[in-house]
């Protein structure tokens, strides 16, 4: 106990320490001093927030050390940007699109007066988007502001129109804007023109105290007027004071309070088209009606709306929205359809919940491999699980082959893929349902999410089509998919040294075929005996993936040829390297087990060199991640569906 109080007590004395050194308390003029020293402190908001993206570093998708990602982006140039990293995933080309929008802002670009919208289906990641944005622009350094101005406005708005020239030469930088009405009225009033005496405070931002972050959520049926944007005059306060005095203003609305940041607007095109202007004069003007008779007052914020694409189509038919649409800077945000990048996506969001049950091997990537084929358009290059692998920049081996089909080639045929079929949310859905279901262990499996997800997919409205075609995933290409991966699993379980085998395997087909092709002998590693290559070892191998007949000549040449080049360019070769080989191997080492594994696995009761055969099996799958519930669950499964009699 005592050892915690006293790193508790540390820890707020430490966060109020750095907090002290960040803000900062004086006048106007001592605010100015400031400045000169460090004059890029007055940012404009696209600016600020444009820093907030690029400050954690910038780096090319190339740099990456994945292969699969390397040959995805081998001919394009893809900015990441790491503040976006770790919680958005698959959607790289979407994230630049917005970087590349406050950058040209920051510089007071077109985009600097246009409205950034978020386009995407349910779950795609657009609110979370901006909340990363308000959550970077809370995490970041306090800006400063002039103390008690309901729209905490930059300082330098003081300064007199006739000095302003002479200001920006001493400080180097430009000044944009003007007093609101509340401070115009106090400048007068409370400091009798005296400008250089008005307080100066810094503000941090902050969302829910309503700082530099306003919020407008789709508007309310029974409130109309643009209060919720622009403020109000407060009808208690009328009697007192005249009209025209600001003291009766309320300036609280979402873009008053937004000021210095950003208004993000939820399902903007919900909202009554008297709302649309306000937002489109606010970016394009810099300013807002000020309620009552109180003219135009001066803003500086980032809007940012988003909504889903059925409501842009609508808004977009409307010809009387043509000015609005002219100002809007549209980036969509379609469904992640990377499989490695999808698993990462529920990894996250149950990281981030209370879900907490053991997820046994494959269950994500099964999970996502249906959320991406429902996003998937169809072709005519090759059926949409081989599109799926391909998008994951695997290599797709056909016919001894591995697949050449141009993976740019293949998005440039789609029309608007990756703006519909199943959502992130369906899919968390799913597993919650898999894990209520399970009354024997607290564990969610590749076999009961597929369940779960069958049976969300009967019940959930859809077109009768669609949800034929959903079925047939999870029933048919999944189930096959499935089956695939866990029989590779419990053959790498039952063979003693999997990777030790497979390796040797690799080793001596490739001494017997470059002997085979060079019309040369093999030297038998132990005994240095000289012996005929044996082509019927190569055969079974290569029958593994129906090479057969005169295709073998040529496949042999392939591989020595490919490996050859490999090598020269200096990489470690095994049996991995040459992918149509590598599946072949990794096939023949599963038939050599096959009718073994078949057998116990199946059995009911095993005799003694069989039961131990099991345990050992078990116990494997139980180091590479299943828990004893999830493993009696698989090897069951396989049981009853693979290797059928
Ligand atoms: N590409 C992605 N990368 C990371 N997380 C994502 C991605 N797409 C969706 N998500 C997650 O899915 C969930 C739903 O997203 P949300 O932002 O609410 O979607 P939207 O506002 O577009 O309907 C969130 O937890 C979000 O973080
Ligand atoms: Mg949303």
Same mark, same amino acid.
């Given at each position: 106990?005592?050892?915690?109080?006293?790193?508790?007590?540390?820890?707020?004395?430490?966060?109020?320490?750095?907090?002290?050194?960040?803000?900062?308390?004086?006048?106007?003029?001592?605010?100015?001093?400031?400045?000169?020293?460090?004059?890029?402190?007055?940012?404009?908001?696209?600016?600020?927030?444009?820093?907030?993206?690029?400050?954690?570093?910038?780096?090319?998708?190339?740099?990456?050390?994945?292969?699969?990602?390397?040959?995805?982006?081998?001919?394009?140039?893809?900015?990441?940007?790491?503040?976006?990293?770790?919680?958005?995933?698959?959607?790289?080309?979407?994230?630049?699109?917005?970087?590349?929008?406050?950058?040209?802002?920051?510089?007071?670009?077109?985009?600097?007066?246009?409205?950034?919208?978020?386009?995407?289906?349910?779950?795609?990641?657009?609110?979370?988007?901006?909340?990363?944005?308000?959550?970077?622009?809370?995490?970041?350094?306090?800006?400063?502001?002039?103390?008690?101005?309901?729209?905490?406005?930059?300082?330098?708005?003081?300064?007199?129109?006739?000095?302003?020239?002479?200001?920006?030469?001493?400080?180097?930088?430009?000044? #944009?804007?003007?007093?609101?009405?509340?401070?115009?009225?106090?400048?007068?009033?409370?400091?009798?023109?005296?400008?250089?005496?008005?307080?100066?405070?810094?503000?941090?931002?902050?969302?829910?105290?309503?700082?530099?972050?306003?919020?407008?959520?789709?508007?309310?049926?029974?409130?109309?007027?643009?209060?919720?944007?622009?403020?109000?005059?407060?009808?208690?306060?009328?009697?007192?004071?005249?009209?025209?005095?600001?003291?009766?203003?309320?300036?609280?609305?979402?873009?008053?309070?937004?000021?210095?940041?950003?208004?993000?607007?939820?399902?903007?095109?919900?909202?009554?088209?008297?709302?649309?202007?306000?937002?489109?004069?606010?970016?394009?003007?810099?300013?807002?009606?000020?309620?009552?008779?109180?003219?135009?007052?001066?803003?500086?914020?980032?809007?940012?709306?988003?909504?889903?694409?059925?409501?842009?189509?609508?808004?977009?038919?409307?010809?009387?929205?043509?000015?609005?649409?002219?100002?809007?800077?549209?980036?969509?945000?379609?469904?992640?359809?990377?499989?490695?990048?999808?698993?990462?996506?529920?990894?996250?969001?149950?990281?981030?919940?209370?879900?907490?049950?053991?997820?046994?091997?494959?269950?994500?990537?099964?999970?996502?491999?249906?959320?991406?084929?429902?996003?998937?358009?169809?072709?005519?290059?090759?059926?949409?699980?081989?599109?799926?692998?391909?998008?994951?920049?695997?290599?797709?081996?056909?016919?001894?082959?591995?697949?050449?089909?141009?993976?740019?080639?293949?998005?440039?045929?789609?029309?608007?893929?990756?703006?519909?079929?199943?959502?992130?949310?369906?899919?968390?859905?799913?597993?919650?349902?898999?894990?209520?279901?399970?009354?024997?262990?607290?564990?969610?499996?590749?076999?009961?999410?597929?369940?779960?997800?069958?049976?969300?997919?009967?019940?959930?409205?859809?077109?009768?089509?669609?949800?034929?075609?959903?079925?047939?995933?999870?029933?048919?290409?999944?189930?096959?998919?499935?089956?695939?991966?866990? #029989?590779?699993?419990?053959?790498?379980?039952?063979?003693?040294?999997?990777?030790?085998?497979?390796?040797?395997?690799?080793?001596?087909?490739?001494?017997?075929?470059?002997?085979?092709?060079?019309?040369?002998?093999?030297?038998?590693?132990?005994?240095?005996?000289?012996?005929?290559?044996?082509?019927?070892?190569?055969?079974?191998?290569?029958?593994?993936?129906?090479?057969?007949?005169?295709?073998?000549?040529?496949?042999?040449?392939?591989?020595?040829?490919?490996?050859?080049?490999?090598?020269?360019?200096?990489?470690?070769?095994?049996?991995?390297?040459?992918?149509?080989?590598?599946?072949?191997?990794?096939?023949?080492?599963?038939?050599?087990?096959?009718?073994?594994?078949?057998?116990?696995?199946?059995?009911?009761?095993?005799?003694?060199?069989?039961?131990?055969?099991?345990?050992?099996?078990?116990?494997?799958?139980?180091?590479?991640?299943?828990?004893?519930?999830?493993?009696?669950?698989?090897?069951?499964?396989?049981?009853?569906?693979?290797?059928?009699?």
């Amino acid at each position: 106990m005592e050892k915690n109080s006293v790193s508790f007590e540390q820890l707020i004395r430490d966060d109020r320490a750095a907090h002290s050194t960040r803000t900062w308390q004086g006048r106007f003029l001592d605010y100015l001093e400031l400045l000169k020293a460090d004059p890029i402190l007055p940012k404009l908001a696209h600016h600020r927030l444009h820093d907030v993206i690029v400050k954690s570093g910038v780096h090319d998708i190339k740099t990456s050390d994945d292969s699969r990602v390397k040959r995805l982006f081998k001919d394009e140039s893809v900015k990441i940007y790491n503040f976006f990293e770790d919680e958005f995933f698959g959607i790289e080309k979407t994230l630049a699109q917005i970087a590349r929008y406050f950058q040209s802002a920051a510089l007071k670009g077109e985009e600097s007066r246009q409205v950034l919208y978020l386009m995407g289906p349910v779950g795609s990641g657009k609110s979370s988007l901006v909340e990363k944005l308000q959550r970077g622009l809370e995490e970041a350094d306090p800006f400063f502001a002039i103390d008690g101005c309901p729209m905490n406005e930059e300082p330098l708005h003081l300064i007199p129109r006739h000095l302003r020239r002479e200001f920006e030469k001493m400080l180097g930088v430009h000044v #944009e804007g003007d007093l609101c009405p509340v401070c115009r009225f106090r400048l007068k009033e409370e400091f009798g023109e005296r400008y250089e005496e008005v307080p100066v405070v810094t503000r941090q931002f902050s969302k829910r105290n309503r700082v530099g972050i306003g919020v407008v959520p789709p508007v309310d049926p029974n409130n109309q007027d643009t209060s919720v944007l622009v403020g109000s005059e407060d009808i208690s306060k009328l009697d007192l004071y005249s009209e025209g005095d600001p003291r009766v203003l309320d300036l609280n609305g979402a873009i008053n309070v937004g000021n210095r940041g950003m208004v993000e607007f939820i399902e903007v095109f919900k909202n009554e088209t008297e709302y649309l202007h306000a937002m489109i004069t606010a970016t394009q003007e810099k300013v807002i009606p000020a309620p009552g008779r109180h003219g135009m007052v001066y803003v500086d914020t980032v809007i940012v709306a988003h909504s889903n694409e059925a409501e842009w189509q609508k808004f977009k038919a409307d010809h009387t929205n043509e000015a609005i649409l002219d100002r809007i800077v549209v980036v969509k945000v379609p469904y992640n359809l990377r499989l490695s990048e999808e698993v990462k996506i529920y990894q996250k969001i149950i990281r981030n919940s209370d879900f907490r049950a053991h997820v046994a091997p494959h269950t994500l990537e099964i999970a996502s491999m249906f959320a991406i084929l429902s996003r998937l358009e169809p072709t005519t290059k090759c059926d949409l699980m081989t599109k799926l692998k391909l998008y994951n920049g695997e290599e797709v081996v056909e016919k001894g082959k591995t697949k050449k089909i141009d993976v740019r080639e293949l998005r440039d045929d789609t029309k608007r893929e990756g703006m519909s079929g199943i959502s992130t949310r369906f899919i968390m859905k799913a597993l919650d349902n898999a894990l209520s279901d399970n009354i024997e262990g607290n564990c969610i499996n590749p076999i009961n999410v597929r369940e779960a997800l069958i049976n969300m997919t009967k019940e959930a409205d859809l077109p009768d089509d669609t949800r034929k075609q959903y079925l047939d995933f999870l029933q048919d290409v999944l189930h096959k998919e499935y089956l695939d991966v866990l #029989e590779k699993e419990i053959t790498k379980a039952f063979v003693y040294s999997y990777q030790e085998q497979a390796e040797s395997l690799f080793q001596n087909y490739l001494d017997h075929a470059e002997a085979y092709v060079n019309k040369t002998k093999v030297k038998d590693r132990n005994t240095k005996e000289e012996l005929q290559p044996d082509e019927g070892f190569l055969k079974s191998i290569e029958e593994q993936i129906a090479i057969i007949g005169s295709a073998a000549e040529g496949f042999r040449q392939e591989v020595i040829a490919y490996l050859w080049a490999a090598s020269r360019r200096g990489g470690r070769i095994s049996y991995r390297s040459y992918e149509p080989l590598k599946e072949a191997i990794e096939k023949k080492l599963m038939t050599s087990v096959r009718d073994i594994s078949r057998i116990i696995t199946k059995a009911r009761t095993r005799d003694e060199e069989q039961s131990e055969k099991y345990n050992t099996m078990v116990q494997n799958l139980l180091q590479h991640g299943y828990c004893t519930n999830c493993v009696d669950v698989v090897l069951k499964y396989a049981a009853n569906n693979l290797w059928k009699d």
